[in-house]
Structure formats: C-alpha cells, structure tokens
C-alpha cells in the first residue's frame, strides 16, 4: 500500500537553514494532509495541517504546501533548529473520517 | 497539558496468548484509535471508535483484535490469540472532532511476541 510517500528516508541540514521534507500520494480521494513528528520512544505529535481548499498553511517555522495537480506536499522549517532533529510522517485521510494513511518517515537532523 | 496514557509500556508474551493494551484518552475526546507500526514499517490504522461502537476497521483488524471502552475513562485493544507477526508498537489515539485529522497519540504499548 503506497498511497502516501515519502521518498527520503533522511535529510541532513545545518542549524539556521531551511529544512524540506517532501510527501507525494496517489489517493485522489484524501481531502486533508498532516505532518507529524516523532521523537523515539514518544508517539506521533501533530503538528500541521492543511486542507484540499488551500495550497499552503503556516506556522511559526513550519509551513506546508500543497500542489493538488502534482499530489505533492511539502513541509518546510525555517529556520531549522537542532531540536527539530525527529522523523517526520506525512499523513492524509478522507471522507470527514479520521483515518489516517502515513507515509514512511523521513528522519530530520539538525546539526548545530 | 492534558495527553493520553498507555500502559504497559513494553509486554513480552508467548504466541497463543491473550493480550489487552490499555490507554487512557483525553478527557474530552469523543473519538478514539488504535494504530500500529511494526518495526521499520509504516504507521498504520487498526480502528476507530465513537459512541461506544466501531466506526472504521481496517483489513488488520480481524477476529483476532477487538476493542472495548469498559468504563468512562479507559479504551483497550486485546488480541485474543496473539501471532509472531502482531509484534509492533501499538499507539493509541484520541481526538476531540473527527474530520481533522488532528489526533493526539500516547506514547505507544511495544508489544514483543515469542
């Protein structure tokens, strides 16, 4: 099952710069796009969404964007901080239901 | 800040056995998960519940699991007769409004099966 991916399975990035980690997904249906964050030996912690009505959303650091025609998202961190180093998941659902379908993880490091 | 708990957090048991994960959602959460993530794999969903019934399942979620919330605080996941390949971590979910997507999970029960 790959509806949602995430290509890179890691990505190395200086602290201060710009951090961009990338999902794609097949499911024409899904209609709301997550990323989540991981840190070991914690569950998944939200931390931003955005709808199939809009082509970005942000917060703070943490923008999202979202390309319908390609079905790409991305999440960007700016500036990048060591202590966003975790494996982020790209998430989607449909259908007003809470479903999740997560992609595979990208593990971010931050090096100071 | 309020968060759902899970207990145990790790659990060793012999193939054949029965298991119950127990978790405790968020005080004012409506609708409840269970997801797992075997190891390296993906995170993915077993089931959904509101109203003190099962709203969504997946394929994984077969005879063997089932789900109950026998009182007003507390949602458990068994597996009646556990296989080698239900070992994962199993993370419990709560969410105040379904459509959202906006879940808050625990920190997960890793269930190991010999």
């Known amino acids: 099952d790959q509806q949602v991916k995430q290509n890179s399975p890691s990505l190395s990035v200086q602290e201060g710069r710009i951090s961009i980690l990338n999902c794609d997904y097949t499911?024409?249906?899904?209609?709301?796009f997550l990323w989540y964050k991981k840190y070991p030996a914690e569950g998944p912690t939200f931390l931003i969404s955005i709808s199939s009505i809009k082509d970005k959303n942000e917060d703070g650091r943490f923008t999202v964007f979202l390309n319908k025609s390609a079905k790409h998202l991305s999440l960007h961190i700016v500036p990048s901080q060591p202590g966003d180093s975790a494996v982020y998941f790209c998430?989607?659902?449909?259908?007003?239901?809470?479903?999740?379908?997560f992609g595979g993880g990208t593990r971010l490091m931050v090096k100071p | 800040e309020p968060e759902v708990t899970q207990t145990p957090s790790h659990q060793v048991t012999q193939m054949g056995q029965e298991v119950i994960l127990r978790c405790v959602p968020i005080s004012n959460h409506l609708y409840f998960y269970w997801y797992r993530q075997i190891l390296g794999q993906k995170v993915e969903f077993l089931v959904s519940f509101y109203n003190n019934e099962i709203s969504e399942k997946s394929e994984i979620f077969d005879d063997q699991f089932s789900v109950e919330r026998p009182d007003g605080s507390n949602f458990t996941l068994k597996i009646r007769s556990t296989k080698l390949e239900d070992s994962a971590m199993y993370f419990c979910?709560?969410?105040?409004?379904?459509?959202?997507?906006?879940?808050?999970f625990g920190e997960g029960s890793r269930l190991t099966v010999l």
């Open positions: 979910a709560s969410s105040r409004a379904r459509g959202t997507g906006e879940l808050f």
């Open positions: 499911n024409s249906m899904f209609d709301y």
């Open positions: 998430a989607a659902h449909n259908n007003a239901g809470n479903m999740l379908t």
